[in-house]
């Protein structure tokens, strides 16, 4: 079965298997009802067997009426309890896919945090199982243990007629094992090339404006139809096979039927069993065989939630759940760099290489140098989103990892070069998709200096935004992320490259939100290499290929970029000035004019 037994679902992780074993509750209760179920169904063939071998013998009304009012009592309840069956097999999916759901999304983060980006297929994957759970699919499975028990009852009614039972039985049970493993692989291979095709549809629909712009669409639909092949001769390929198998399963299930009717009539006739046993045999088989048809017809609908679950396992086994962390206090601010190195994972490729530095609460740090020294994976590290390969950033003397994710949010404001907003209102933006309190909306607005642009879009906060919303600028989505960034009065701010896409009025906006959000206490990394934002900084950082190549105070490095810019025609090395317990470094001319510029 899908859920298997205890000792299966251990080899799961933990999550699901919390999740399995929780369904098993229910689906007991589906396996109560289809014992109901398949216990008054012999209602039916009894009530054929009495009126055939005795009301008709005895011609007693009163007894056809009890008999039938017996029947129709029996198939009421049988009905009644096949809606309640149905009911909870359909809650039961439903219950899986919002118990789930979060599970998987929350994995999904971390695995395209960690460059594995899946979008929605985990999602995909649970509609799969919800969808097998749900359906009449799933009823064939509890029915079937109810096959020999049938067959047992019709070869209570003759040997004969029990034989031929028998036999289809195990003919069937053979086709639906030959179903299996001869579209086990059509369907895994029409699987993979289904998500491949999905993912390139994905691809090409998010970056609708670049493909439309540039001309791209032949040859993104060129691909796209190329992958949609390989998954239409898969599906095809594994239809064929199962229509085969389910043709030679209808045969079967036809010619039996007619088997016991033509071998029930002659039985009847030589007078070994009577015509009400003829007819309940009938009955009786084709209730038997009802399950067994339905599970091949089914087939991929079960190989289907199979893999969906292995690959639902494998997901949380790749990217689990995260510890539960202590709860900290509320932070001052003051950030700690010690000699944080980071690697691309699988690659080895080093990013950053024994990176050091500090940030006091109301400090402004400048991180700039060329495209490619790190900066931005600087900044993902500062925030808690990729973990280092040594060395630790600190947030008031704690390690980010030892930090609740939840709670390390509210104290963090992180504004990404690729700025993303989410379909909704501005507000709702700002507020980081939670409620949005006015007063705290307005306030990040005022803090981030966008309080006048917001005023200005068609219905100010209440402005829609993202899918089937305003169409926002560049510079917009900046200054609107950067409110977002300041909601609720972070202690450490991080913005990468925040006037990258602003005007001068923006850029004057974001140097006056900048000096407000010193005074607050609150410590400022900022990557950037215009001179507002140089101007701002207490201290600025120069990376070059992963490594510090200067820090200090800005005057001193400011100098420092000076003399080099001086001496660039005949010295190779520069001493900087560094302040506090840091040592002094040399760096090559080169290097300091490729950072300036």
């Not at 003397?397 to 501005?426: C, M, N």
Request: proline share 5%.
């Amino acid at each position: 079965m899908l859920f298997g037994q205890r000792e299966q679902a251990q080899a799961y992780a933990p999550q699901l298997a919390q999740a399995m074993s929780e369904c098993k509750s229910a689906l007991r209760t589906v396996a109560v009802f289809s014992l109901a179920i398949n216990i008054l169904i012999l209602a039916t063939p009894l009530y054929m067997l009495q009126v055939m071998d005795r009301v008709l013998r005895s011609a007693s009304l009163e007894t056809l009426a009890l008999l039938t009012l017996m029947a129709l009592g029996a198939v009421l309840v049988m009905s009644l309890l096949d809606t309640l069956r149905a009911a909870v097999a359909m809650r039961t999916g439903a219950w899986i896919n919002e118990s789930l759901g979060p599970v998987f999304i929350e994995s999904s983060v971390r695995a395209n945090l960690a460059g594995d980006d899946k979008g929605t297929e985990p999602l995909r994957d649970i509609g799969e199982i919800q969808n097998l759970v749900a359906t009449q699919g799933m009823a064939a499975f509890f029915d079937a243990p109810w096959v020999p028990i049938f067959v047992v009852f019709i070869w209570l009614l003759h040997p004969y007629l029990g034989g031929i039972a028998l036999v289809s039985a195990v003919l069937l049970f053979v086709l639906s094992i030959a179903n299996e493993r001869a579209t086990r692989q059509a369907t895994l291979g029409a699987h993979q090339a289904y998500r491949q095709a999905m993912g390139l549809a994905d691809i090409t629909i998010r970056n609708a404006e670049v493909v439309r712009a540039m001309g791209m669409m032949p040859a993104m639909l060129s691909r796209w139809r190329a992958a949609n092949a390989d998954v239409t001769a898969a599906y095809q390929l594994a239809g064929e096979t199962s229509g085969r198998i389910l043709l030679a399963t209808k045969f079967v299930r036809a010619a039996v039927q007619i088997g016991v009717l033509g071998g029930g009539a002659w039985l009847v006739v030589d007078n070994q069993i009577t015509t009400g046993s003829m007819i309940a045999a009938a009955i009786l088989l084709g209730r038997a065989l009802a399950p067994v048809e339905m599970a091949i017809g089914g087939w991929k609908s079960f190989v289907s939630a199979r893999l969906a679950l292995e690959r639902l396992n494998r997901h949380l086994e790749a990217y689990p759940a995260e510890p539960r962390m202590t709860a900290l206090p509320a932070p001052a601010g003051r950030l700690e760099v010690e000699q944080l190195s980071y690697a691309i994972g699988g690659s080895g490729a080093v990013v950053l290489h024994d990176v050091s530095f500090v940030v006091e609460p109301g400090e402004v740090l400048a991180v700039v140098g060329p495209s490619g020294a790190g900066k931005s994976t600087l900044c993902r590290l500062l925030v808690g989103l990729a973990q280092p390969y040594s060395g630790a950033v600190r947030l008031d003397g704690s390690d980010l990892k030892h930090w609740p994710a939840d709670d390390l949010g509210r104290y963090i404001g992180y504004l990404p070069q690729d700025v993303e907003l989410f379909p909704g209102t501005v507000a709702e933006n700002i507020a980081r998709m939670g409620e949005p309190r006015d007063g705290e909306v307005v306030a990040a607005a005022v803090s981030a200096h966008a309080h006048p642009m917001i005023q200005r879009l068609p219905g100010g906060y209440a402005t829609p935004i993202g899918s089937g919303g305003v169409r926002l600028s560049g510079g917009q989505r900046q200054r609107v992320g950067l409110a977002r960034a300041v909601f609720g009065s972070p202690r450490l701010i991080v913005l990468d490259e925040p006037n990258a896409n602003l005007d001068q009025a923006g850029e004057c906006a974001l140097t006056d939100a900048i000096k407000d959000l010193k005074a607050t206490g609150s410590a400022l990394v900022i990557v950037g290499h215009r001179p507002s934002t140089l101007a701002q900084a207490d201290k600025i950082v120069v990376l070059s290929e992963g490594t510090v190549i200067l820090y200090g105070q800005r005057d001193d490095v400011l100098e420092a970029w000076s003399e080099t810019s001086a001496m660039a025609g005949g010295a190779d090395a520069v001493p900087l000035r560094r302040t506090g317990s840091q040592p002094n470094a040399l760096t090559r001319s080169s290097e300091l004019e490729a950072s300036a510029s």
